[in-house]
């Protein structure tokens, strides 16, 4: 049944390249990707954030097959996609009532609540934790997607493990091609960083990743939010590895957006730049994010730009640090986890 559903998904998509991708979902599409869900397939869908690899949360077997796709490692729990505001307290216990002030203020958008879990949800999912995160995104084919499904969607971001997040349809088709069974074109990700995921199992409430929303926003909603420090043993989320959003070509970052970097003879050097930078001639390739060196934009733009430097052959890159201020915060959350040591 499913591969005929994928069959069929592939011949309705328009050519990119010697592969397929579907073109500008439109209702129909989003129709037939529902339908795929529904039999325990695997669709890439937009959100406001990054694109998802999406599959029924109540389907064991399409839920193994995110893992098997991304080659993720079964420790790392998803996120489950709802597209009603009701749908949280079927799937988790929501006592708290800071979580309904921040679900009635921030949903749909760019945050995710860890909370205590439902004892019928599937281990998978939250790879046997007693808890569950919970998401409600702002991009109307992933609310229409998850409406049409009828079912919670399971997703985590549409990439090989590790590697840098997808922001455009044509990224998931190059790291996971032909694997997915449709995906489902929405243009790029306006926010463009992953979700902020705030926790709410020990009492108080606790910032586990940074991300498109800043704490201070949600601070200003309910108060005080617990900022611990990353320790290398312990993540404090499972997905947390101190690697992640990796490039293939060694990266580095530097101390401040007026370091120069070390050059080494021979070697073809790329920058990653927050605002047009200096000495431009010492690069082979540059990619600046915001020439107005706002950081909203940086955002927006931020992996798209790191996988061009990815995808040109350089020997090494460096990247200029942001602001830690608002958005600011989730970027360099990513650049600390893709840089490696200089030497
Ligand atoms: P992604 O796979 O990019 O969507 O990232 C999802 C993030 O949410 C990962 O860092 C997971 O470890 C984290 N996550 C999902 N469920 C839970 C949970 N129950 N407790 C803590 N972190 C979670
Ligand atoms: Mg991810």
Redesign the pocket.
Known sequence: MKRIAQVRGWERLGNMGKRKVLVAANIEHIQLAADIIRRGGLIAFPTETVYGLGADMWNPGAIANIFKVKARPLH????VHIAEKETLNELALTEDPRIRLLSDVFWPGPL?L?LPRKPDIPDLI?AG?P???IRMPNHPVASALIRNAGTPIA???ANPFGYV?PTAAHHVLEGLGEQVDLILDGGTCSHGV?ST?I?FTNGSPTL??AGSLSVEDLEEVIGPIMRPGFSEGRPL????LARHYATRTPLHLLPTSEAIPKFVPGEQTGLLAFAPPRGKELYAAIEVLSPTGDVQEAAHNFFAALRRLDNQGLTRLWAEPCTEEGIGMAIMDRLRRCAVPVG
């Open positions: 790392d729990p998803l996120i995710t860890v939250t934790l808890t569950i995160a997703a985590p971001s997040s992953e995921i926790s586990l990743r989320s499972p997905g947390r």
